[in-house]
């Protein structure tokens, strides 16, 4: 028996791979390039059926959205909005995750249940009860009531990822450096910091992300003025489709996300404790 | 061919993982109700040879025959060979009851014949009281018994055991290891073992197949690979030896002794069969030696204790050639005695022990 | 010593989990009164089944009902379905599986509005199915295909955006299993079939429930993609409630929350039915 160069086996692996390539290019390359195409029609030359390309590209859609929409109004909501809430979710997040990674308490797998409980709650049922909430309670400042809702609804994440990265410090090097004597900013500097880096920031751009994405709660809480990008995008699809108004938000929605996601990634990878210490 | 088909037949089977090669034109041949052992350091094909065997791994070339089958192209699943995984690899989410009973559904036997050869398994490897309990529930040990009863279970032609007792501790290893002796004389399966630990393989074996490189070393009785080593590698894996180069000086064919001079000096060397030339390896076992009471032996030789480990009855020395420090052996006293670091020692080792290695000197 | 450390981890516990139990208890617990005549923008608070009753005795209620568990149902179920031959496909890495595990958890980097956008902009009149099929030549003009009757686009929005989830919480589980067991299980004469039924089936059972019960809830509350790619002539849970609490002026809230309340069952029982049946099937299988 001898073996061919490539053997049967090979040929259906580099097919079946090359067919997921090219449901992967239909059903997601294409569409954005669809979008991105669409972006780009001129205001003055619409593309119309039958015409397969649009007849003018520019970027002019680009600049009309930005000096007559809501948009730079909507980015700047956003991306506040996410910092406050990033900021406010790590530091509530942290004592709780220090708990469940590196204590054992009674009723820590129940607690740790019930931090999920954001995630099995349907989106819109706690935005408009939480609406009629706020209502009850005289808070209208929408900003705030924004930043509890996506506070409480993103938490689960953050606890959840830095528990994680609570588990990874290793009990043997807390113990050294405190047994030679290291003040509790050294052990926390040598045995915690380098552990916990790359899941803090993690989390701090996954929270972001998911802030800014968030829909429910920024829609129905600020409602009708308060405008977010996710907002400004549901604005021009559905009844109302205005589609190169949508591509140019889809874009502006995902493009920034997609980086920040894939750095996150990157940092979750780096958090392998083995990576850390050198040890495995 | 025979008229007797052997139970297992490997001719020349080699396999190659890219530019490894893991088994190189191995063949030997196990007859009905005998252990085989594979023994060798990891890495050097046995497991591999193992799961050639099993199925699980074609060979690029050779052939393996069960009770006189060509298994060319047979799938581990319609193999008539059970293994005992090192990992014991129970199904976890199965009783062991229903473990054990694996196999003898896939075979479509009814659900009454089952559970009574599943009963049965289960008393003979003592598992009766803990057929209801999932495998997390158990104890290593158990859990290496219910891998056991599993493959018992389907009676296959061939039982296949990779170190099945590895992640077991010292104690309970010997324990069963002689269990799996027993069972396999009693319901005299064929049986080929994978282990690294030599006390194994010698303790339980018909058959030992030591290996290096995906190359079988030598293959013998365990008495025979003990006391008639080929080469360097056998006698340095199987149990301790000393290795020494020797070169002939004179021979007396008729009467098998054979002078020779060595890193001890001059020694006379009684052997059945002739060496391979005049100047190759031999060695000697550590518990062959003898402290030299009176004066007038051959291969007698005085050496100076480096170092002494009490075993209790008896005592491990490490000892050199009082005029050569350089070289250091190991010999083996009674535990009574009386020796100590520093001293010297008169020692004789018998003619008939030291065995001439086939592996010449270039 | 030991109940100074309980009462340090519990007070360590109070920032994280504090702010989630009560904000969610709030909030149930304000849908829950709201629906029985509590906390009233409009007349008196007073205990009042009416609004139950006004709402379950309405056909259109329970036909959203329905639709929403009907889409959830099959949306969960394709997801799966879909996502765990690829999962046991890519049990053990070879050339190019690295490729394929990134392209299929790319969806989960797209937000649902965009999803859902790309996926109008490709079957709307101008989108690039209909431009394909017209030049292929198989329809004569562009067909309508956005907000379809039966809710197939959101299905497709549901399955693209829900099997990335599926994929990484049954890949998990199925990586898990060791080539050992299922050596095992084909050295003692399992061929594919039996080794799927009896041994990697029930040892992957609990992913796939797990991944069942998140898109079912997911799916069942949805809001955005039934807004855009949906019927236009049915709601959706989310959207029914919303258009109740807006519309009906008196009552609207206390009817909105009936709504709520019942999304919640629908979400907590529903998904509780679909995992328990996926576990029957999988008992069955083994058999």
Redesign the interface.
């Known amino acids: 028996?001898t073996?061919l160069l490539f053997s049967r086996n090979d040929v259906y692996?580099?097919l079946?791979?090359l067919l997921?390539?090219l449901v992967?290019l239909i059903?997601?390359a294409?569409?954005?390039a669809?979008?991105v195409l669409?972006s780009l029609v001129d205001p003055s030359h619409p593309?119309?059926?039958?015409a397969?390309l649009p007849p003018v590209l520019s970027l002019r859609r680009w600049a009309e959205i930005w000096t007559t929409s809501a948009l730079p109004q909507a980015l700047y909501n956003s991306y506040a909005l996410a910092a406050c809430v990033s900021a406010v979710t790590l530091?509530?997040?942290v004592?709780?995750?220090?708990?469940f990674g590196r204590?054992e308490?009674?009723g820590?797998s129940t607690?740790q249940m019930?931090?999920l409980?954001?995630?099995?709650?349907?989106?819109?049922?706690?935005a408009?009860?939480?609406s009629?909430?706020l209502?009850?309670l005289g808070v209208y400042s929408r900003f705030a009531g924004i930043v509890?809702g996506h506070?409480?609804s993103l938490?689960?994440y953050a606890?959840r990822l830095l528990t994680v990265s609570f588990t990874m410090v290793r009990q043997d090097l807390v113990d050294a450096a405190r047994d030679l004597g290291a003040s509790p900013l050294t052990v926390f500097r040598t045995a915690y910091l380098p552990v916990l880096k790359p899941g803090l920031l993690a989390s701090l751009i996954i929270v972001f992300i998911l802030s800014i994405?968030e829909?429910?709660i920024s829609y129905?809480v600020g409602a009708p003025d308060f405008v977010t990008v996710?907002t400004i995008?549901?604005s021009y699809?559905?009844y109302n489709?205005i589609?190169p108004n949508?591509?140019v938000v889809?874009l502006i929605?995902?493009v920034p996300?997609?980086v920040l996601?894939l750095i996150a990634e990157r940092l979750l990878k780096s958090a392998d404790p083995a990576v850390v210490t050198g040890k495995g | 061919m025979a008229l007797m088909a052997n139970a297992l037949a490997v001719e020349r089977a080699s396999l190659r993982y890219g530019k490894f090669q893991a088994l190189k034109d191995v063949t030997f041949s196990a007859s009905q109700g005998q252990l085989i052992t594979l023994l060798g350091p990891s890495g050097c094909g046995k497991t591999t040879l193992l799961k050639a065997i099993a199925g699980f791994m074609p060979?690029?070339?050779g052939r393996i025959d069960i009770f006189g089958r060509d298994m060319q192209g047979v799938p581990p699943e319609k193999r008539d060979t059970a293994m005992c995984f090192q990992s014991y690899a129970l199904f976890p989410h199965l009783s062991v009851a229903d473990n054990i009973g694996f196999g003898l559904r896939q075979r479509r036997l009814s659900a009454a014949e089952i559970a009574t050869r599943v009963s049965s398994v289960a008393e003979q490897v003592g598992l009766s009281l803990q057929l209801q309990k999932l495998p997390g529930q158990l104890s290593g040990g158990q859990q290496q018994r219910v891998a056991l009863a599993r493959a018992m279970a389907v009676r296959p032609g061939v039982m296949l055991f990779d170190e099945p007792l590895s992640n077991l501790d010292a104690k309970l290893r010997d324990h069963v290891r002689m269990e799996i002796r027993a069972l396999q004389r009693e319901h005299g399966f064929t049986a080929v073992y994978v282990t690294h630990d030599q006390s194994e393989a010698l303790a339980m074996s018909d058959l030992v197949i030591v290996m290096r490189a995906g190359v079988i070393e030598q293959m013998g009785r365990p008495e025979e690979i003990y006391r008639h080593p080929v080469n360097r590698f056998v006698a340095d894996f199987i149990g301790t030896a000393n290795i020494m180069p020797v070169r002939i000086l004179s021979r007396d064919q008729a009467r098998g002794e054979y002078h020779v001079t060595c890193p001890l000096g001059q020694a006379v060397i009684r052997s059945a069969t002739p060496p391979v030339g005049d100047h190759l390896y031999a060695c000697w076992r550590p518990e062959d030696t003898v402290v030299a009471t009176d004066s007038g032996n051959d291969n007698r030789f005085t050496f100076k204790v480096s170092a002494r480990t009490f075993l209790g009855s008896l005592c491990d020395l490490s000892v050199s050639p009082t005029e050569d420090a350089s070289v250091c052996y190991r010999i083996q006293t009674h535990g009574s005695t009386p020796v100590s670091e520093g001293q010297t020692v008169d020692v004789v080792i018998p003619p008939d022990t030291i065995r001439f290695l086939d592996e010449a000197i270039a | 010593m030991t109940i100074n450390?309980?009462l340090?981890?519990?007070l360590?516990?109070?920032?994280?989990?504090l702010?989630?139990?009560a904000?969610?208890s709030?909030?149930?617990g304000?849908?829950v009164s709201?629906s029985i005549g509590f906390?009233n923008?409009a007349g008196d608070d007073h205990f009042s089944l009416l609004f139950w009753q006004q709402m379950l005795t309405q056909d259109q209620f329970w036909r959203v009902f329905f639709y929403s568990a009907r889409i959830a149902v099959v949306s969960a179920v394709l997801s799966v379905m879909l996502a765990y031959p690829v999962a046991l496909?890519l049990r053990r890495p070879?050339?190019?599986s690295d490729?394929?595990s990134a392209?299929i958890k790319?969806?989960i980097?797209?937000?649902?509005?965009?999803a859902?956008?790309?996926?109008?902009?490709?079957i709307?009149?101008?989108?690039?199915l209909n431009?394909a099929l017209?030049?292929l030549g198989l329809i004569a003009r562009?067909i309508r295909m956005q907000n379809d009757p039966y809710g197939i686009g959101v299905v497709v929005l549901q399955v693209?955006k829900n099997m990335p989830f599926a994929f990484l919480i049954i890949v998990g589980s199925v990586r898990a299993i060791g080539d050992d067991i299922l050596d095992a299980a084909r050295d003692l004469g399992a061929g594919r079939l039996a080794r799927l039924r009896r041994v990697i089936l029930p040892l992957t059972l609990r992913s796939l429930q797990a991944s069942l019960i998140?898109i079912f809830?997911g799916t069942?509350?949805d809001?955005?993609f039934q807004?855009?790619a949906g019927p236009i002539n049915i709601n959706s849970?989310?959207q029914f409630?919303?258009r109740i609490?807006m519309d009906n002026a008196a009552h609207g809230?206390n009817e909105?929350?009936v709504v709520?309340v019942m999304?919640?069952v629908l979400?907590?029982f529903g998904s509780l039915a679909v995992a328990g049946l996926m576990q029957f099937a999988v008992r069955r299988a083994g058999r």
């Open positions: 028996m073996k692996r580099y079946t791979v997921a390539v992967f059903f997601l294409l569409p954005f669809m979008a669409w593309w119309a059926y039958p397969v530091l509530l997040a004592p709780t995750a220090y708990a204590m308490f009674t820590k607690a019930m931090t409980i954001p995630l099995i709650i349907p989106g819109f049922v706690s408009i009860f939480f009629a909430l209502i009850q509890i506070t409480v938490l689960p606890i994405e829909f429910a129905i996710p995008l549901y699809l559905g489709f589609r949508a591509a889809s929605l995902v996300n997609v996601m | 060979l690029d070339s | 450390n309980a340090k981890a519990y360590l516990l109070i920032p994280g989990l702010p989630i139990v904000f969610m709030l909030v149930v304000m849908a709201q906390f923008f496909w070879f050339p190019g490729l394929i392209m790319a969806p980097l797209v937000h649902g509005l965009v859902a956008f790309l996926f109008v902009n490709f709307s009149f101008q989108g690039f431009v017209v030049h562009p693209w998140l809830i069942a509350g809001y955005s807004a855009v849970m989310s409630m919303l609490q809230w909105a929350a709520a999304l919640m979400s907590l």
